[in-house]
């Protein structure tokens, strides 16, 4: 209000030689403002008793999850069923689906691999992605130039990517 009387309230009038005091105009400002500065305190409030519902309602759900982690039963049960649909997958889905799997599997681990390093770590590593970049261009090679399978050239390239 302060920074904006002189615009708001004091109107002058050259070719009159006038000053006209518009009071009401402060007036109307100000209220505005304080009405939504209020709505906006309101709003935020209502946000952050969201929030809280919210965080209490994930906190309910990660006891129960813990409780049942922490099973050995259920812990085993939901391992195997877990590990059946991953065994399955391949006989269940086309090639395409599978190869899409598989690429999205393998920036997953890049991905945390790299959360680690530069996330718990706090490195900044830009080399991070030449271990596999050397590592799938080493498998290409030998797939492409010698023959050899994916089981095969898996560990090759694997031990050259970690060489380099």
């Known amino acids: 209000m302060f920074l904006t009387f002189p615009l708001v309230v004091i109107k002058v009038n050259p070719t009159e030689h006038l000053v006209q005091w518009r009071w009401t ?45 922490r099973r050995p039963v259920f812990f085993l049960s939901f391992l195997s069923a877990i590990s059946l649909a991953l065994l399955c997958f391949p006989l ?6 599978v190869n899409i799997m598989t690429t999205a599997l ?35 090679l030998l797939h492409l130039h010698f023959g050899l399978g994916f089981w095969v050239a898996l ?6 990517g970690a060489l380099s």
């Not at 269940?92 to 689906?97: A, V």
Request: hydrophobic residues 55%.
């Open 25 to 69: 105009n402060a007036l109307w400002i100000g209220g505005a403002s304080f009405l939504v500065v209020l709505a906006i305190r309101f709003l935020r409030a209502l946000r952050l008793s969201h929030q809280e519902r919210i965080r209490h309602a994930m906190e309910a759900k990660r006891q129960l999850l813990l409780g049942i982690v």
């Open 92 to 97: 269940l889905f086309s090639s395409y689906q």
């Open 106 to 140: 393998m920036y997953v681990v890049l991905g945390l691999g790299l959360n680690i390093v530069v996330g718990m770590a706090g490195l900044l590593d830009l080399g991070y992605v030449a271990f596999y970049a050397v590592g799938a261009y080493t498998y290409a």
């Open 155 to 160: 560990p090759l390239g694997g031990l050259l």
